[in-house]
């Protein structure tokens, strides 16, 4: 990272949060991720990303369903109060995006965070027929009255965003960006540029493809096997973008060509690709779920690690070998 990259990276992140964040949609269990070992195996592994300097995490209220991320969170940040707390209020939850629905949302999330302000609240994603506005309006109340610390939107569509930056209130933005998906990156980074905008980024291994541990066998009884989450379009778009046959293929072929960067770098194929994100012009800080205290651990030493320019530029050359990852699309779906 330059010593420019850093100054932008500070002057857009007013909540102070540290390069890797703890992702803890994974850590809520529930019916999408499949149950947890326990939650005290969970917490080990949050616990160890902060002592290994992670200082947020990031949760949202439907995460495990019914709160059930929060409440794990909640437990793991307890006697933490320099530990930073993202969430995010969803639509269809009970007319969330309503100003009454939000502070009861509010107040639940904080009820389960055992906290009294958030550090970090997001619209999770639009609504079908409410027009952002309505919601901003009263995201940017509860951050005037210092119930929630910064504010920003997540999963949005860029008009939405422009249109919420334009009040010079846009705090962070939150996309999906990994070396596996890069179109989000293009189309956010210079929106966030020009409007001094915080840009978040979550699935930033993946799901598990950018640690090298999965392949063309690998089964799943959570959603990257295609059967459960049916419902969710996030988990049905993104078994159809990463673990459908044809689309998991495409990327073990990606991944088996990072394999040399890393093992020449000297560190884990999952942190070159950390590191090489981090490094991404725009990019302030990435969301990394797990639920493995040693992976959390190796995880938060990605902030601490520099690529050179030389090895950046041969990431990006070694994906566009004959054409087959020069273009940020994937591949199409029959």
């Not at 991404?280 to 040693?294: I, L, M, Y």
Request: charged share 20%; aromatic share 8%.
């Amino acid at each position: 990272m330059t010593r420019e990259h850093a100054g932008i990276r500070e002057q857009r992140n007013p909540a102070g949060l540290s390069a890797i964040g703890f992702g803890a949609w994974e850590a809520g269990g529930g019916g999408t991720w499949g149950p947890n070992e326990s939650s005290d195996h969970v917490i080990r592994a949050v616990h160890a990303a902060f002592d290994a300097g992670v200082n947020w995490i990031d949760t949202a209220e439907v995460y495990g369903g019914g709160g059930g991320s929060e409440r794990i969170v909640g437990e793991a940040i307890t006697g933490r109060p320099e530990i930073k707390v993202c969430t995010k209020v969803a639509p269809e939850q009970e007319d969330h995006y309503s100003d009454k629905g939000m502070r009861a949302a509010l107040e639940a999330s904080l009820t389960r965070l055992g906290r009294d302000r958030i550090d970090v609240y997001l619209l999770h994603w639009p609504a079908e027929t409410i027009p952002v506005e309505q919601p901003w309006k009263t995201l940017a109340g509860l951050k005037a009255e210092g119930l929630v610390g910064a504010i920003g939107l997540s999963n949005f569509p860029a008009a939405d965003v422009a249109a919420c930056a334009a009040t010079g209130g846009l705090d962070y933005l939150q996309i999906q960006a990994s070396l596996l998906h890069r179109a989000e990156l293009a189309e956010f980074g210079p929106l966030c540029a020009r409007y001094g905008t915080g840009l978040m980024t979550y699935g930033p291994l993946a799901y598990g493809l950018l640690t090298g541990a999965l392949g063309p066998d690998s089964a799943f009884t959570d959603w990257r096997g295609g059967e459960v989450g049916s419902d969710d379009f996030f988990c049905v778009e993104n078994y159809a973008r990463f673990f459908a046959p044809a689309a998991r293929a495409w990327h073990l072929r990606a991944v088996d060509v990072l394999r040399p960067v890393a093992e020449e770098a000297r560190v884990s194929l999952a942190r070159t690709a950390l590191t090489w994100l981090l490094a991404q012009a725009n990019v302030t800080c990435a969301v990394v779920g797990t639920r493995n205290p040693v992976h959390a651990v190796d995880n938060a030493l990605a902030a601490k690690q520099d690529l050179s320019p030389a090895t950046l530029r041969r990431i990006d050359e070694l994906l566009a070998v004959e054409g087959a990852f020069a273009t940020v699309e994937e591949p199409q779906q029959s």
